[in-house]
Structure formats: structure tokens, C-alpha cells
């Protein structure tokens, strides 16, 4: 059935008219910030403390814009009559970005977790050589780092997070161990397992056999 | 309602028309004005660039005016007749019902207009009114 | 020295509205399309929702420099601007708003003779920017304006004189006094006829094939910057205040409202036009621009046939009845 003459242009007309009452989506930046998904890459800050200036980082980066400079420094034993350490002692870290291409090759990489995104991106400047950010810019950049976004509810628990957790699971029961006398009930140390982890999956192998305790 | 005489609608056309004289010259007054301060305001810095003719950015290329094509010609003449016609169209328009009036004046104005029609349709059959 | 009073009041009111009216519908124009295009307009000029837009680009156009290409004609180049804009300063003047005697800036006899006369004047405007630029597109597009303002003027002269027909006078605020509300479904092939032709004489789209960015850079006004622009921007948009003005007298019953309640005339007048300013804006945000041979197809082909039946129409009832 062909169309009747003139109902295209009063579809368009109806159209626009329905756009127009519809709120509109534009977000008035500056005086809005945008909303950013988790994870955005916006820039790199270096927690210098847990730099071992590996260069990994420097060697990965696709770009070559991460400048590294290190000296070897010496420490001297921990205990009499041990081998003196040498430690490698960061003098320089900068970062182009004037370069980098925010690929997050470097923050893959390094095996310290000392390089992190953060979605700051407002860092615009006038003159190129002001795009090269120094070791205390890329630490400033460090206080803007979000913390991780939150894992799906059915995901597995993170390794750091279960290791800590159980290191304080036996410091706990090693401690409730020491404050009863012994003898007393079923010893805590057998099944050695505090009823809370009950519900762990079992591949956990640490504290079900935690007798001996926190070494 | 008895008939203005003739001074009485003399002197209501000039007054009426040196009215819209004046708003005309309140206007020129005003586009007077606007370029004045717009010549105070703007800054005059000519360079031979900026005097040349625009063609999309590129060097011009031959004069200033260029060929133009005969239709423009046959779209103004069929304009005319027809605006002549609709200039005919108007006091007869003022009076064609009255009294006395009737049938017969639109039936003539009716053979006006269709004179104008045929010649209308002759230039649609002619092709002149498509676009070659 | 009442009489010159009363003379200069009105025309310090025709000028002011001629100056304000067209900044309000342009700021309509921005944000209606805008919303219209989900987006939101001008949002910071003034501070709310960028109301004082246009008076800063007013501003801008003012300080701009004037640039009259080396080859042009000089004379008539700086003076074609001024030529498109003052007819619809003249024809202001003629448009009633209300229903009493002084509603009027001045009544003119002729009256819609005189308005239709006065635009076709603007035409050369356009003809003469078209032709002083030396520059080939400008004239080009010129001639473009020159054919569609000539060819849509018809249709306009034909359902006016249709108007004229049913009245029994080219008077406006005669035309107004004698309407009754059956004139609008008799009238309303000349009403649409009326308002499309005007809108093809304003150069708005859909018709602004003469004068659109992607077509021939500006047509007529391409060699044109600053204020001489910005008074040729001006003339569109009092265009539409005249456009919308005229469709509301002619064919909408200007100052009367709906079941006699003819009071606060000017605000039934404001209302409409105000209606048909934002159909206006509404058919430029909808439509695709047609091309040169479709505008001049629709004029001689669709249009006048048109206004000439309206024109049978309107004389064979008002003869019978």
C-alpha cells in the first residue's frame, strides 16, 4: 500500500517535535565534571617506594618516553659477618606525554605495582617541555589514584587480600592458642581452621593444617 | 456612509505616504548610524589577500563575472506577465462583488486569468520550466 | 503638534519592534533548533541561558572589518545590504496588530498592494550583491536569488489577491475588519500557498539553495563580512517577522480571537505570529534544503496552479453568496 503524499514530512515534523521535549543529554563542561568509567586512563603517577628501578617499565614502553635514571648504592649486612647488598637508588623518573600513547604497557608490567592510572586528564599546557613530568608531579598524580573498583559479586578473592587474611586468621587463633590453657576443651589447633573460614573453598592448603602456627 | 471627497482623500494618501516616507528615511538614518560606528569601531588593516576575490581558497581565476545561462532570462520575462497580471488582479479584486457587479465580471477576469494558464502550460509543455 | 506626537510615537514603535522582534525570534531559532538537535544553544552569553547571544554577536559584527574585494563595485556593493533590509522596515509600518484605529503604525490604502510591492524591492538587494562582489559564485548565486524571489513572488501576489477578492478591499485593516471565521477553511490553500512562497522569498530552508554553506559559499553575500552581514542576517530575520506578520492578517484573522473574544487584540496577533515564527524554525530544523530546479518545479508547476484555483475558488463563493 503506497504511502499517502505528505506522511514522510509530517513524520520528520513529528520528529523534531519529540526531540525537542526530551531532556538533552549535554553535560556543560567546565562547569560539570564528565563522568568518568572506572579504570580511565587519564595519567600515570609512580609510588616511588615501591620502585626498585627495574626499567622494566622503560624497556617495555612502546613509545620510549619513560626517562630513568638509577645509581647503585651499597648497604651494608643485616647481620655481622653477611654480604653487603646493593640496592639500585632512583635519581630520575620522568614521564613524556607528550608522547606516551596511554597504552598501560608499563603499569602492566612492572612487577611492584609502583606505576598506576588515574583519570585526571586536565593537565593541558602551552609549552611541550612542560608535558614531561617529573618524579614530584608523578607523585602528586599518585593522590589522585581512585582505589580499584569493587570485583563481581561471584568473583574469586584477590591473592594479596587472601594472604592477608589469613596471616591475621593465624595470628588470631595463635593468640586465643596462647590465652586458654591447654587441655582445656578441644584444642583449638586441630582442624586448625577457625569456623569462619569454614565456608573457604578448599583449595586453600595454609591453615587447615595450622598446628604449627604462624611461623 | 457618504463618499470622501476628492481633497479629503488627497490629503489622507499624502499623509499616509509621507508617514511610511518618514519611517523610510528613520531607516536609512539607522543603517547611517550602524556603519558610522561601525567605522569608529573596526580597525583598517587592507592587505592585497584580503582584497581579492573569495574562491574557496584558491587563486581566482579569470574576471569577476562569469557567463550566465538564458533560463534566468525566461523565469524574469514569464515573471513579468504574470505580475502585470496580478497587478490587473487587484482593484478588480476591490470590487467585483459589489452591487451591480456580478457574474459577468468574474466570468471576464476568469478569461484573463485563463489566457494566463494557457500560456503557462505552454511553457511547462515547451519544457522551458524544467531544469536542463 | 498632537498629530505629529501621535506620528512620531508610532514610528519610534514600528522602529523598536523592528529591531527587537527579529533578535527574539533569531534567540528563538537558537534554542528551539538547538533542543531540537538534543543539544542546548547558546547557554553563556547574559549569564540565563544565553539570552543576550545575538547582542553579542551584534557586537562582534560591529567591530569586524569592512571588506570590499579590490575589483568590486563600491558603491554598489556597500549600499546593497541597506537596500535588502529597509523594505521590511516599510512594510512594518503597514501591518495592524489591533482591532482600534490607531493599532496600526499607519493605514495605508493600498495596503497589501503597497506591502507586496515594497518586498519585491528587496530582490534587488540581493541582485546587487550578487552583482558587485566580481566574484563568479556571488553572481551566480545572485542570479539563483533573483529567479527563486521572482518565481515564489507569484504565488504570494495570487493568494493575496485572493484575500483581496474576499474582503472586498487591499486595505489590512480592512481586510480585518471584514473577516469571519469561515475564511479560514475557504482561504486555507492560499494560507499554505502564502506561507510556503514567503518562506521560498525569505531564502529559509528548505528554499535557501542560493545561500546555503554547502552549495555556493553564501551566494550573493559571500564576499560580504561584519556589519554589512550582519544587516543582510537582520533582513532574514525580519523577513519573518513580516512573513509571519502578513499570514496572521491575511489569513488568520490578525487581531481576532477565537469565539469572538476580540479583546487584547495584539495579544491574539502576537500569538499567532509568534506560532508561525516557530513553524518557521520548525520546517528549517526538519527539512532537507531542495535543490534549484525542485524550487522552481514546485513554484510554476505546483504552486501558482494553486493560487489560481484558490483565485477561482474565492470569486465563484463570494459571487454565489
Known sequence: MSPIPGSGLAKGLAVTLRTMTKKTVTAQYPDVQPELPPRSRGVIGLFEENCTVCMLCARECPDWCIYIDSHKETVPAAVPGGRERSRNVLDRFAIDFSLCMYCGICIEVCPFDALFWSPEFEYAETDIRELTHERDKLREWMWTVPAPPALDPGAEEPKEIGAARKTAEKLAAAEADASTPPGVGTPPGVGGVPPGAAERPADESGPASGQGGPA | ?132 | MNDALDVAFRLIVVFAVFLVLPLVIGQTEHKVMAHMQGRLGPMYAGGFHGWAQLVADGVKFAQKEDVVPAEADRRVFQLAPAVALLPYLLVLVAIPIGPSEGAVGQVVDAGIFFVLAVMGVGVLGSLMAGWASANKFSLLGGLRTAAQLLAYELPMLLTAASVAMAAGTVSLPGILNAFEWWWLPWQIVGAIVFFVAGLAELQRPPFDMPVADSEIIFGAYTEYTGLRFALFLLAEYAGIVVLCGLTTVLFLGGWHGPFGADGLGWVWTLLKIAVLAFIVIWLRVTYPRMREDQLQKLAWTVLIPLALAQIALTGIVKVVI
Request: glycine share 10%.
Open chain 2, 1 to 132: 456612509m457618504p463618499e470622501p471627497t476628492g481633497v479629503v482623500l488627497a490629503t489622507e494618501y499624502f499623509r499616509s505616504y509621507s508617514v511610511v516616507g518618514l519611517i523610510a528615511l528613520i531607516g536609512v538614518l539607522f543603517v547611517a548610524v550602524a556603519f558610522t560606528a561601525g567605522r569608529l569601531l573596526r580597525p583598517v588593516v587592507p592587505t592585497p589577500e584580503k582584497l581579492l576575490t573569495y574562491e574557496c581558497g584558491v587563486d581566482p581565476v579569470g574576471e569577476g563575472w562569469a557567463h550566465t545561462q538564458v533560463r534566468y532570462y525566461v523565469y524574469a520575462f514569464l515573471y513579468v506577465i504574470f505580475a502585470v497580471d496580478s497587478i490587473f488582479l487587484f482593484p478588480w479584486a476591490t470590487v467585483f462583488a459589489a452591487d451591480g457587479y456580478g457574474a459577468t465580471t468574474l466570468v471576464e477576469m476568469f478569461i484573463f486569468l485563463g489566457f494566463l494558464a494557457v500560456g503557462l502550460l505552454y511553457a511547462w509543455k515547451k519544457g522551458v520550466l524544467t531544469w536542463t
